[in-house]
């Protein structure tokens, strides 16, 4: 199997590709069921979903 980021650069090679904006996981699985073949996220959607303001702010815990 390819790794992801060789797949995500094989949706360039397609055409135009577009991104849907998410902020949640809610969001990501109705662009997903809507046809969308890769989600970016938000980074300001994620930092105020969190109490913070955007710019850098946001650790993740993973």
Do not use: P
């Not at 199997?1 to 998410?22: E, K, P, S």
């Not at 959607?45 to 850098?56: E, V």
Request: with cysteine; glycine share 12%; hydrophobic share 45%.
């Amino acid at each position: 199997m390819a790794a992801l980021d060789n797949v995500f650069h094989g949706l360039h090679q397609q055409g135009l590709l577009i991104l849907a904006n998410v902020a949640d996981a809610g969001g990501a699985r109705l662009v997903e069921r809507l046809g969308s073949q890769a989600v970016a996220t938000s980074s300001a959607a994620m930092a105020w979903s969190h109490g913070y303001q955007d710019g850098n702010k946001l650790r993740c815990s993973c």
